[in-house]
């Protein structure tokens, strides 16, 4: 899965944002397949952990400022996306990596992403009246 720019919602920082987070989890997927699996996996807990209280805090205040129809349902999601890393990541500490767990890790983010930014991040574009940073 790539980020391209039918994924824009017309803020820069999001967009950015947005674009790292979809490199972060094709570099996961890749090295789950490798050695260097276990660090990985690791690596991505980590990343998402930091990327959902900066993004989301980001978003959140974003979609409020201009008055997006989605923003009820963004800060949802995002509240039910932490909920299941959190999961994961008390799965992780208590059990250690599990290759099959970071395969059903990656699969579901990817999934969340692509229908997450699609239905509830891309109305945002409509409210905004140019490229914000």
Wanted: hydrophobic fraction near 40%.
């Amino acid at each position: 899965m790539e980020w391209d720019s039918s994924y824009a919602t017309g803020i820069a920082r999001i967009d950015e944002q947005h674009q790292a987070l979809f490199r972060t989890v094709g570099e996961i997927r890749t090295a789950i397949a490798s050695a260097s699996a276990a660090g990985a996996y690791a690596q991505l807990l980590s990343f998402l952990d930091r990327y959902c209280r900066d993004h989301f805090s980001y978003e959140e205040r974003c979609m409020l400022q201009h008055r997006c129809p989605t923003a009820q349902t963004n800060k949802a999601q995002h509240a039910a996306l932490i909920e299941m890393l959190t999961e994961h990541r008390r799965w992780h500490a208590t059990h250690g990596y599990d290759a099959h767990d970071a395969q059903i890790m990656v699969d579901a983010l990817e999934h969340w992403l692509h229908n997450h930014i699609c239905r509830v991040d891309l109305p945002l574009k409509h409210c905004v009246g140019g490229d914000v940073s």
